[in-house]
């Protein structure tokens, strides 16, 4: 066991720490201020209440917030987090917000909250994304069920660590929202059209309520069923040709190999039927390929890059979720409160994912006519020798979520108060995505015709049929997976908070326990499945015979599907290739045994690895609030600080000796994180903020599992996780301020600055054998007796390769402006609101990033708004600049990184409610992605396509009333 002891750079200076009457846990304004009362609507009326939240409060919060239960001003959490300035927001593959990122940093430095305890969710994310740091997923979560969501950029000590970036807390609805006593009742009811697939899906929420003056019970529901398309093109990176000497014409290739890569074979020779009117046996030579591709040298064919497999994707599908709330309150008297919040969500994925692969890795293809641009990027040519392979997978994945949180409210006399609160949350996900690759026959003379010249991605062509059942497709070299996935979270804590004092002056501490686990277990029958379909069959007792890995050619005449019935299986697709008919494929092959009967594997296709880790945290923290004058001004303040100690179980399964167990791994650390917030009136309408900071993320899970391995028979190199890596840690520095100009209006400047340390690089430690943490008796006799040798287990070291914390740090600087204006001098009801966020990076020492990954060095969205007569208007767009979303070396290619483009999105919202008309309803319009913008990315050039997802736009059209 390690301990870590981490120090704050500026504890003694900022006193111990930060704001009991932060905005974002909903406490008490740090200032009392009369305000006129101002009775709005709508939007407005959502713009007014943070713009009020924003001015009450000492610390630097965001709020969004709904006019009323029910009417949260847009349909996706995320999204209305998306419109707060500093934060980008990430995107699902048909478009939906899924994940934000606060001021410059990853997903997984923002920690999300819910009614200010920890949640965490077991969601894999997008398609093809890990999922296994510290992100949420919040496309769980309807907005229909929220009345506020606050984000804190500036931490108080009071808030839970963990957000390095910053805390979302989610404030879901309660009886005592509504004003009046009696039920209150919303509903909401609508049909989402879908440009893609062309088809209509229903949304629907209901909330009621009821409460006297001391007891109050609120239930909610809120379900959709989503008909979602998506259409496509990947490539799984792009690679170059891997020439030998001879094709080189030197004595080496390496003359014709300056960028690494060499994914792509070509044949020393031309095989019998490669097509393009080549003579087979023909040598392809350095000779043959310069009289074949007079545009190009032979550097530029070694060095041209193409995609690793080009391929179209078509994605369709269902996506359901349906979730809950139920919260009761009870108010015995002014002074006592109690709560109790559950919500529970469950959400499934029902998709077809096709693809058509041109093989390009691992291919042997033959280039004719090629030509390159001036980054070797090949823009044309012709491939004879081509094939092509389907890659068929039904997705089906399954999200549960619940969480309780009851919690109560004192306050004894004026000045004294307790909070206690309890809170329990466990999320389950399963996925099953079986895989049927199947390919064109080699030697049929397939011919490709590549261009790379415009668009958002290369167009192949071919002499193919692509979506012909009989145009010969065979299992050979092809394969068939069984992939299934289980992960599992929970979340338990227990938070007391006392505070002494009025609202404005006072001392807080408080005390908190919080644990989190989270396990992934990945499952794969993959070779069995194999067995059945393509090799030996089925057994006379329904078993499939152990078979030495014999080749999935469909040959074996006791073969599941052998070769001869094969295109029998296959009809025509939906996307101009073919698709497998998996209803009788699965049911012929004994599938669904075979997957429900999965061994557990250490990795899932996506990379997430088989593992878990349980993480529990004691807290505590002191706060001081007051008020004072600086030049006859006001000034209000918090600090104080927050100590916290961590210990951390990482389990994961290790092979030693050929022996497969689980590894477990303990370790702790602990860490004061100060904070200090100020704001001064400047004038009665102008405010300065200051604040000083220290927070933290802990490590990535997914780098700490054991994963253990011997690589050398003396078992004295090893590779293993780390589960010492020390918590990523911010110091972090804010000035800035606001001018109110009435209403809802204000224009605000923010200037910010963050010095990260704990990125982690590969290093190489020298530790005692014990310390690894792998049973001497698991090891081979070899390994035991070199042990042995070097003085036994208790003296034996081994020589590690892990990742470690780097000492360098990176440094983001960033401005941040805002301006709510409205316009009523102009038109009645028309006003807008505007951010502009700007972001600066550099790496700073060894082992630092050059940059942060996933952050966009500007971005901005404005909406324009227009409310009055019972009619509502809003057009909003928001643009994320161009960002490096992958460190370097992608595909052995060492200065290649992975880039996204930039990016616009114009959404529009319309209202017209009914007024006098039983329940007041409501019609509403909204079209999410007006203009049909995709999502692109790219292999280090702008025309080297990585991805390209086009989910078209969304039109919604409803009603929603209230009574």
């Known amino acids: 066991m390690r301990t870590t002891h981490t120090r704050p750079l500026f504890a003694l200076s900022l006193l111990s720490l930060a704001i009991a009457s932060s905005v974002a846990h909903a406490q008490q304004p740090a200032q009392k201020e009369e305000v006129e009362e101002i009775v709005v609507t709508g939007y407005k009326a959502s713009l007014q209440s943070a713009t009020n939240a924003k001015r009450a409060s000492t610390s630097l919060v965001e709020s969004v917030f709904a006019e009323d239960i029910g009417k949260f001003p847009d349909l996706n959490v995320a999204e209305s987090i998306g419109r707060i300035p500093g934060i980008q927001l990430t995107r699902d593959i048909n478009g939906d917000g899924l994940q934000i990122a606060i001021r410059g940093l990853g997903t997984n ?32 979560f309807p907005t229909e069920l929220f009345t506020r969501i606050d984000v804190s950029k500036t931490p108080v000590a009071s808030t839970l660590e963990g957000g390095l970036a910053g805390v979302v807390n989610m404030r879901s609805a309660r009886p005592f929202d509504s004003k009046d006593e009696g039920f209150h009742s919303t509903y909401q009811g609508q049909l989402a059209y879908t440009e893609i697939n062309e088809e209509t899906s229903p949304r629907a929420a209901f909330t009621t309520s009821w409460r006297n003056e001391n007891f109050g019970v609120l239930f909610g529901l809120a379900g959709v069923n989503s008909k979602s398309t998506t259409e496509g093109y990947e490539t799984i990176g792009w690679s170059n040709m891997n020439l030998s000497a001879a094709q080189c014409g030197t004595a080496t290739a390496a003359p014709c190999d300056t960028i690494g890569g060499n994914n792509i074979n070509v044949p020393a020779t031309v095989p019998a039927g490669a097509g393009a009117g080549l003579v087979a046996g023909t040598v392809v030579d350095a000779a043959f390929l310069q ?89 044309k040519g012709t491939f004879a ?16 979520f619940y969480n309780v949180n009851p919690g109560a409210h004192f306050e004894f006399g004026s000045e004294h108060q307790l909070d206690v609160q309890i809170n329990s949350s466990r999320s389950e996900f399963f996925r099953e995505s079986p895989t049927v690759l199947i390919n064109t026959p080699m030697g049929q003379g397939t011919v490709v015709n590549y261009e790379n010249t415009g668009g958002d991605y290369p167009q192949v062509t071919t002499n193919v049929d692509l979506n012909d059942p009989n145009a010969g497709w065979v299992f050979a070299g092809g394969r068939l997976n069984i992939a299934n996935e289980k992960r599992i979270t929970e979340t338990d804590g227990a938070h007391v908070d006392y505070r002494f ?11 908190a326990y919080d644990e989190i686990s989270r396990s992934i277990s990945a499952r794969d029958n993959s070779a069995r499945w194999e067995d059945v379909v393509c090799r030996n069959g089925l057994d006379a007792d329904g078993n499939s015979p152990a078979t030495g890995r014999l080749p999935c050619n469909g040959l074996n005449p006791n073969s599941g599907i052998p070769q001869s019935e094969l295109a029998s299986y296959l009809k025509p697709g939906p996307y101009g290739f073919i698709t497998v008919d998996f209803d009788r494929f699965m049911a012929d092959t004994n599938y669904h045994e075979l997957s429900k009967n999965a061994p557990e594997n250490n990795s899932s296709p996506t990379g997430a690895s088989t593992g878990g880790v349980d993480e529990e945290t004691l807290g505590a923290y002191l706060e001081i609030n007051g008020a004072t004058e600086v030049a006859a001004r006001p000034l209000t303040f918090n600090m104080g600080t927050r100590y916290i100690t961590t210990d951390q179980l990482i389990s994961g399964p290790v092979t030693i000796g050929g022996v497969r167990e689980y590894q477990n791994l303990d370790t702790s650390y602990d860490a004061f994180l100060p904070s200090f917030n100020s704001t001064l009136d400047v004038m009665d309408d102008v405010k300065l903020r200051l604040s000083a900071s220290r927070t933290l993320t802990r490590a990535n899970p997914s780098a700490m599992l054991p994963a253990t391995q011997f690589s050398d028979p003396s078992a004295q190199q090893a590779t293993q996780g780390n589960p010492n890596l020390s918590p990523y840690l911010s110091t972090n520095f804010d000035i800035g301020g606001e001018w109110y100009t009435g209403d809802e209006g204000y224009v605000g400047v923010t200037f910010f600055n963050k010095q990260v340390t704990g990125f982690t690089v590969l290093g190489t430690n020298t530790i005692p054998f014990l310390q690894l943490g792998v049973p001497y008796d698991t090891l081979t006799d070899l390994q035991r007796g070199a042990i042995d040798s070097r003085g036994g287990p208790n003296v034996a070291t081994v020589t590690v390769q892990q990742q470690v914390n780097a000492p360098g740090n990176l440094e983001l600087r960033g401005q941040e402006i805002t301006w709510v204006q409205p316009l009523d001098m102009i038109v009645e009801g028309l006003g807008f609101n505007a951010n502009f966020t700007k972001i600066d990076q550099k790496g700073e020492g060894q082992g630092a990033p050059a940059q942060a990954i996933g952050v966009s060095p500007q971005t901005y969205n404005f909406t324009g708004y227009w409310e009055n007569y019972g009619a509502s208007l ?65 292999y280090q050039y702008d025309n080297a396509t990585f991805t390209f997802y086009d989910p078209g736009y969304t039109a919604t059209l409803g009603i929603r009333g209230s009574f």
């Not at 020798?385 to 549960?400: H, I, T, W």
């Not at 909003?876 to 880039?899: E, R």
């Not at 114009?906 to 006098?916: I, K, N, R, T, V």
């Open 385 to 400: 020798n081509a094939q092509f392979f389907l890659e068929a997978r039904p997705y089906s994945e399954d999200v549960d």
């Open 291 to 379: 009289a074949n591709n007079p545009n190009v040298t032979l550097q530029q064919i070694g060095d041209g890059l193409l995609p690793r497999l080009s391929r179209p994707s078509y994605i369709d599908g269902t996506r359901d979720r349906v979730s809950g709330l139920l919260s009761l309150e009870y108010r015995p008297s002014d002074e006592t409160q109690f709560y109790f919040d559950a919500m529970w969500a469950d959400a499934s994925r029902e998709f077809d994912r096709l693809d058509v692969n041109w093989i390009g890795r691992f291919g042997s293809l033959i280039p004719l006519n090629m030509e390159v641009d001036e980054n070797n990027v090949v823009t």
């Open 501 to 511: 004092g009025d609202d404005v002056q006072n001392i807080r501490f408080g005390l």
């Open 874 to 938: 809003r057009l909003s767009y928001t643009w994320y600049d161009a960002q490096v979303i992958s460190g370097p070396n992608q595909n052995g290619i060492s200065f290649a990184q992975l880039k996204a483009d930039e990016r616009g999105q114009w959404d529009l919202s319309a209202s017209y409610q009914f007024e006098g008309v039983v329940t007041e309803p409501m019609l509403t319009l909204n079209i999410s992605n007006l203009t049909g913008e995709p999502l692109r990315t790219t």
């Open 109 to 140: 430095f923002t920690k999300v909250l819910l009614n200010g305890s920890q949640i965490a969710v077991a969601s894999g994310g997008s398609v093809d994304s890990q999922n296994q740091n510290r992100e949420v997923d919040l496309n769980l």
